[in-house]
């Protein structure tokens, strides 16, 4: 089979490249790593109110948090690389968000909460608590 050249070069044709994802069929989602999503922040909390330095924590935490399983997240310390459940929510929630999710929070620059609900391996944040106002943090 001949290879095809790109039209005015001497060079061949770049094939294409699939990228494939290993198969998480038959492991618990304890053991996966976190997926992030976005899709269920609530305005007011979200990603555009964070500032320069509090985007770069954020992205460097998903980095990071990324790096564990679900069962190693559970072992870690809330104020660390660990997460915390959430029982008195005072900030809206969402439409489309049932009443019996249980919110857990994750920190994401210093002690600042990113709080949402976990779905299987999937950690939807809902809220950037970067002013400490979505729940009572008590002694945190």
Known sequence: MKKRRLKGT????????HFKIAASAGRSPE???PIFSLRHTHR??????????EKAA???T??????????QL?????????YEKIENVKAPIPKGITEDV??????????????????????????FDKD???????GS
């Open 62 to 71: 998903l980095h990071t948090l990324s790096q564990l399983t679900w069962n």
């Open 10 to 17: 001497n060079r061949p044709a770049a094939k294409s490249k």
């Open 102 to 127: 249980t919110f857990i929070a994750f920190r994401f620059d210093g002690k600042k909460p990113m709080v949402g609900f976990r779905d299987g391996d999937i950690f939807h944040i809902v809220w």
């Open 44 to 53: 007011g909390y979200s990603v555009e109110q964070l500032d320069k330095s």
């Open 74 to 82: 559970h072992s870690c310390h809330r104020h660390k690389n660990g």
């Open 58 to 60: 954020f992205a460097d």
């Open 132 to 138: 400490y106002c979505v729940y009572d943090h008590g």
């Open 31 to 33: 053991q996966l790593p």
